[in-house]
């Protein structure tokens, strides 16, 4: 994407639509040594997707991260690499910092299959949030029009072993990294 970070520093956001993937993405790649930040519980709040300013709602379009603060871990250079997981209505104002984005996707019939497994009171689970969940699937509005389309129907450790050879921190099969 963009050539904002310095040479050895990299950022990558992994999003999609709710039930792809992006949480146990997350854990996976933390689980791995990877410094992975949940964005829908580190970063995360109500707000105006425009301005940012704080919000009273409990809307999905008002479900946004703290700009502020992905600047602000995007220039810690403490960990060669970053990895931001999770959606946000305001994806479009920093976008820009990151060297690449991962854009989950499954199949409809995956997704139906996830979202009956989320526990009572996850978002996604009630029957008004699932039916919005299948209509942003279908659209794609909710997620960057950009970036590298990862099948997440696969087990989540070959996702992670796509997202991680993608990022150029893994070989391929033929051993290139």
Avoid at 105 to 125: I, K, S
Wanted: glycine letters at 10%; aromatic letters at 6%.
């Amino acid at each position: 994407m963009a050539d904002t970070a310095p040479m050895g520093v990299r950022n990558y956001l992994v999003e999609g639509v709710s039930g792809t993937g992006k949480t146990s993405v997350c854990r996976e790649l933390a689980r791995r040594g990877h410094h992975a930040v949940n964005g829908d519980t580190d970063l995360a709040y109500q707000g105006d997707p425009a301005t940012g300013e704080a919000t009273d709602t409990a809307l999905h379009e008002h479900h946004i991260w703290d700009v502020g603060r992905v600047r602000a871990l995007v220039a810690d250079h403490r960990d060669p690499v970053t990895f931001f997981c999770g959606g946000s209505r305001n994806f479009t104002r920093f976008i820009d910092l990151f060297d690449e984005v991962f854009v989950l996707d499954v199949d409809l019939d995956t997704l139906h299959r996830r979202l009956d497994q989320r526990p009572h009171g996850e978002w996604g689970a009630k029957p008004s949030e699932r039916a919005l969940v299948v209509r942003l699937h279908r659209t794609k509005e909710d997620v960057p029009g950009t970036g590298v389309v990862i099948d997440a129907t696969r087990p989540l450790g070959d996702v992670v072993d796509e997202i991680l050879r993608r990022a150029g921190l893994v070989g391929d099969s033929t051993g290139q990294a």
